[in-house]
T-cell receptor, first 111, second 114 residues
């Protein structure tokens, strides 16, 4: 059973658009919700992360929105650029456990 | 500060063989995790080591094993290779734990099983 469901699988937006990637989870014990970005040939890199005590966190053009009651969180990329074209993974974890990753979203930003 | 390094970067083996992959974490990091990445299954957790002890284990058969040395370097071993073991194997390190500190990934070892 998939512990975190990520959607969409792929996404194409125009430069300047705001792609939104969603993740849903079941286990209410999860208390760490990071997003990773992966470029071809590279390992994933932490982009931004949130804890359940806040509903939103912004870092530069990247924003996480967190809905504890719905058990969902999403990544928004403001003013997207061609350089943002990559695969994005959400993940979940609880204290002392390993990260469980979503299946990834391939984002293409066209110029 | 040097990042996570993995060796070798590419490996070709045949079914039935065994393979050992190596990972050097960022200096000072004590937690090392291993993941298998495939197009169909995404990133799947194999195991995590902390201070030479396996702290967490994913849902993989016993053919997959690992260890961590006193300098935090880690190795993973896959015995009796199967075609389905072809994947990118990623190592990641964090200072204490992946859910409290940033987890940094290496570039991975691309394993092809023929």
């Amino acid at each position: 059973q998939q512990q975190v469901k990520q959607s969409p699988q792929s996404l194409i937006v125009q430069k300047g658009g705001i792609p939104i990637i969603n993740c849903a989870y079941e286990n209410t014990a999860f208390d760490y919700f990071p997003w990773y970005q992966q470029f071809p040939g590279k390992g994933p890199a932490l982009l931004i992360a949130i804890r359940p005590d806040v509903s939103e966190k912004k870092e530069g053009r990247f924003t996480i929105s967190f809905n504890k009651s719905a058990k969902q969180f999403s990544l928004h990329i403001m003013d997207s650029q061609p350089g943002d074209s990559a695969t994005y993974f959400c993940a979940v974890a609880s204290a002392g456990t390993a990260l469980i990753f979503g299946k990834g979203t391939t984002l293409s930003v066209s110029s | 500060k040097a990042g996570v390094t993995q060796t070798p970067r590419y490996l070709i083996k045949t079914r039935g063989q065994q393979v050992t992959l190596s990972c050097s974490p960022i200096s000072g990091h004590r937690s090392v995790s291993w993941y298998q990445q495939t197009p169909g299954q995404g990133l799947q957790f194999l195991f995590e080591y902390f201070s030479e002890t396996q702290r967490n284990k994913g849902n993989f058969p016993g053919r997959f094993s690992g260890r961590q040395f006193s300098n935090s370097r880690s190795e993973m071993n896959v015995s009796t290779l199967e075609l389905g073991d072809s994947a990118l194997y990623l190592c990641a390190s964090s200072f204490l734990a992946p859910d409290t500190d940033t987890q940094y990934f290496g570039p991975g070892t691309r394993l092809t099983v023929l």
